[in-house]
């Protein structure tokens, strides 16, 4: 998975968060992972991304969107593990 993660690129994407057309540039990964999180939850990329901006502490949303991702997990992994 270390090799997966080291060969990412990033790749940056268009998306509308409330009503406003925004480009995100965050890697390979977080793009897929993100897109899961929003699967299960039901709700689609723009949603969650919205959701995420708005409780946000980051000034960069890209930045926000990747510890987003790491705590979903990591708070997965605390109730599996």
Same mark, same amino acid.
């Given at each position: 998975?270390?090799?997966? @993660? &080291?060969? !990412? &690129? +990033?790749?940056?994407?268009?998306? +509308? %968060?409330?009503?406003?057309?925004?480009?995100? *540039? @965050?890697?390979?990964?977080?793009?897929?992972?993100?897109?899961?999180?929003?699967?299960? &939850?039901?709700?689609? %990329? !723009?949603? @969650? +991304?919205?959701?995420?901006?708005?409780?946000?502490?980051?000034?960069? /949303? *890209?930045?926000?969107?990747? /510890?987003?991702? /790491?705590?979903?997990?990591?708070?997965?992994? !605390?109730?599996?593990?």
């Amino acid at each position: 998975m270390e090799a997966k @993660l &080291q060969n !990412s &690129q +990033v790749h940056k994407r268009s998306i +509308v %968060i409330d009503g406003h057309k925004t480009s995100i *540039s @965050l890697e390979d990964a977080f793009w897929h992972e993100l897109r899961i999180i929003a699967t299960k &939850q039901g709700v689609g %990329i !723009s949603k @969650l +991304v919205s959701t995420i901006n708005d409780t946000r502490t980051s000034k960069n /949303l *890209s930045s926000a969107i990747r /510890l987003f991702v /790491l705590d979903h997990y990591r708070a997965n992994a !605390s109730r599996t593990g």
